[in-house]
């Protein structure tokens, strides 16, 4: 019988394949690019060993990854080409604001490196790539797990920095159209207008109510502050013109005067439980990845030494 480098002998082929009648028998004549072909470089068979997690679900699931993460880059270089900025890159640090495109390049970004890495890893059955997938995978769960505690303990200081956030992007509003948008969505959803109340709008230059301010929105807030009349149909934007202007109590009728802060914080506490749910999976995935990637580094380390 011919040996051929880099595959295992005939006993060890009979042994650790549950389908022995399917190798060729000794006495047949086929040439070696046949017998080769039964042990092809990087496929060690784990799928044909009897692993409990068998290396198509890695592969499977870091391929939905890999093409989650590259939708995601796309939409973000997309709205980006939309607003000029991969013509002029230097206008990337002109926002004084938070641009939501970030948010899609770096989530893209992350998903594409890991499942890149999983599936080439799981497919090739490289260990490398799997070890630094899983490793990868375990830097981001301890930084969500430290986030949460953090978050936990230091609550004053991330109303603060929420806070802060909030003011930043306020004075940013008319700079950049995805953060006009976000702050809009944000407003009418939780029925709150400001960070912490409708005169945060001082911040702006178009809303805050200084004589040498010229605008027409001059004491005003945007339309996403205005409480909504279920009879109307159409949007009006000019809702919250001279809306600080009148009294408190009138101001309550025409648009929202809670903050977002203590909105949001309330809403936290009503979906506690679906929060919670959500984190919880995510981390159980982000477990069960690890320890799919891991189990399929032993068992291809352990077929190897085999050999």
Not at 59 to 82: D, M, V
Request: hydrophobic share 45%.
């Amino acid at each position: 019988m011919l040996a051929i480098e880099g595959c295992p002998s005939e006993e060890k082929l009979l042994s650790l394949s549950p389908h022995p009648w399917l190798l060729p028998h000794p006495a047949s004549h086929l040439p070696v690019r046949s017998i080769s072909c039964l042990c092809p470089r990087g496929r060690t068979g784990h799928d044909h060993f009897g692993s409990p997690f068998p290396s198509g679900s890695q592969s499977h699931s870091s391929s939905l990854r890999t093409f989650l993460g590259i939708t995601f880059l796309g939409i973000g270089l997309w709205a980006w080409n939309e607003k000029g900025v991969l013509s002029n890159i230097s206008s990337i640090t002109d926002l004084g604001g938070f641009d939501p495109v970030w948010l899609f390049l770096v989530v893209g970004g992350v998903m594409f490196i890991l499942g890149f890495a999983g599936c080439i890893g799981a497919l090739r059955e490289n260990t490398f790539l799997l070890k630094f997938f899983s490793v990868f995978l375990g830097i981001i769960f301890f930084l969500e797990l430290t986030a949460g505690v953090l978050a936990f303990v230091f609550k004053d200081w991330i109303k603060d920095q929420l806070y802060f956030f909030i003011n930043n992007n306020i004075r940013a509003y008319r700079d950049d159209i995805d953060l006009q948008n976000l702050i809009d969505f944000t407003q009418e959803y939780w029925q709150c207008c400001g960070a912490f109340g409708a005169d945060d709008w001082n911040l702006n230059i178009y809303f805050n109510c200084t004589d040498s301010n010229a605008s027409r929105e001059r004491c005003g807030v945007p339309f996403s502050c205005c409480t909504k009349d279920p009879a109307e149909d159409v949007i009006n934007t000019q809702c919250g013109y001279d809306a600080r202007q009148k009294p408190e109590v009138d101001q309550q009728i025409v648009i929202y005067t809670k903050g977002c802060v203590p909105q949001f914080e309330k809403w936290l506490q009503d979906n506690l439980t679906i929060v919670a749910g959500i984190f919880i999976g995510i981390a159980l995935l982000q477990i069960f990845g690890i320890c799919l990637a891991q189990n399929l580094v032993s068992d291809i380390e352990a077929v190897r030494a085999s050999w």
